[in-house]
């Protein structure tokens, strides 16, 4: 068994001397992986409430919070073994080509630690701020999902979407870890499960009962396992 540690990131310790005692301090423990998450507001008066607080609200000490990249990209400076991950950045907050680049980026910096973990996003006053309609966020994480892999693995790149385009361009740097980082993706629902099964390495079941976590991951080992076998007939 992998262990992984999530880092003081969120609250009043959040800063560079914790960062760096408790990573490594973890690493000199043995953990596998270090872990930080993102939240990009604390409504007062949240839309879509929190469901892990009585009155809806972000728990208190969650008005702090890092930056996650910034935050891993100073982690790697102060470890040398320990991977480095997100759980979870969501994706409909975020251009993909700046995304694909920053993890690039930590990926170069970190030599080759970077865990790529995502999220679909929940908090409707997170959607408003950012300017994205989370209607459509299905379709959106599609696309970046799509454009992630590119701008990672191929050169020039050119991508023409419905959300998203990117004239034929050379984009640097490319993950020392190939064809890219690691992928986990969080799901809860039918859609998104079906989207860890054809387009990630692994499944992200954070904040889910642990008895339903076996039939939903059986789902997806099926799914994954029939889009393997496709893909062995058509080569």
Same mark, same amino acid.
């Given at each position: 068994?992998?262990?992984?540690?999530?880092?003081?990131?969120?609250?009043?310790?959040?800063?560079?001397?914790?960062?760096?005692?408790?990573?490594?301090?973890?690493?000199?423990?043995?953990?596998?992986? +270090?872990?930080?998450?993102?939240?990009?507001?604390?409504?007062?008066?949240?839309?879509?409430?929190?469901?892990?607080?009585?009155?809806?609200?972000?728990?208190?000490?969650?008005?702090?919070?890092?930056?996650? +990249?910034?935050?891993?990209?100073?982690?790697?400076?102060?470890?040398?073994?320990?991977?480095?991950?997100?759980?979870?950045?969501?994706?409909?907050?975020?251009?993909?080509?700046?995304?694909?680049?920053?993890?690039?980026?930590?990926?170069?910096?970190?030599?080759?630690?970077?865990?790529?973990?995502?999220?679909?996003?929940?908090?409707?006053?997170?959607?408003?701020?950012?300017?994205?309609?989370?209607?459509?966020?299905?379709?959106?994480?599609?696309?970046?999902?799509?454009? +992630?892999?590119?701008?990672?693995?191929?050169?020039?790149?050119?991508?023409?979407?419905?959300?998203?385009?990117?004239?034929?361009?050379?984009?640097?740097?490319?993950?020392?870890?190939?064809?890219?980082?690691?992928?986990?993706?969080?799901?809860?629902?039918?859609?998104?499960?079906?989207?860890?099964? +054809?387009?990630?390495?692994?499944?992200?079941?954070?904040?889910?009962?642990?008895?339903?976590?076996?039939?939903?991951?059986?789902?997806?080992?099926?799914?994954?396992?029939?889009?393997?076998?496709?893909?062995?007939?058509?080569?």
């Amino acid at each position: 068994m992998r262990l992984g540690f999530c880092l003081p990131q969120i609250g009043p310790i959040a800063g560079a001397e914790a960062l760096a005692s408790v990573a490594e301090r973890a690493e000199a423990l043995g953990f596998e992986s +270090l872990w930080v998450s993102e939240r990009l507001l604390w409504p007062v008066a949240p839309k879509t409430p929190y469901p892990g607080s009585p009155d809806g609200r972000l728990p208190e000490q969650a008005k702090l919070q890092l930056d996650p +990249l910034e935050t891993l990209t100073f982690v790697a400076s102060r470890t040398r073994r320990a991977r480095l991950g997100t759980s979870v950045i969501n994706l409909p907050f975020h251009n993909p080509l700046v995304l694909a680049r920053r993890f690039a980026t930590l990926d170069v910096l970190s030599h080759g630690r970077a865990c790529v973990g995502l999220g679909n996003g929940w908090s409707s006053d997170e959607f408003e701020a950012t300017g994205v309609p989370a209607r459509a966020r299905g379709k959106r994480i599609d696309e970046a999902l799509a454009i +992630l892999k590119a701008v990672w693995t191929t050169d020039p790149v050119e991508f023409q979407g419905e959300y998203f385009r990117i004239p034929e361009s050379f984009v640097l740097p490319k993950p020392l870890q190939k064809p890219y980082p690691p992928l986990y993706l969080a799901a809860f629902t039918p859609p998104a499960m079906r989207r860890v099964a +054809l387009e990630a390495d692994g499944w992200n079941p954070a904040g889910l009962p642990v008895a339903a976590m076996g039939s939903m991951f059986q789902s997806m080992r099926d799914r994954a396992s029939v889009k393997s076998r496709g893909s062995s007939v058509r080569s």
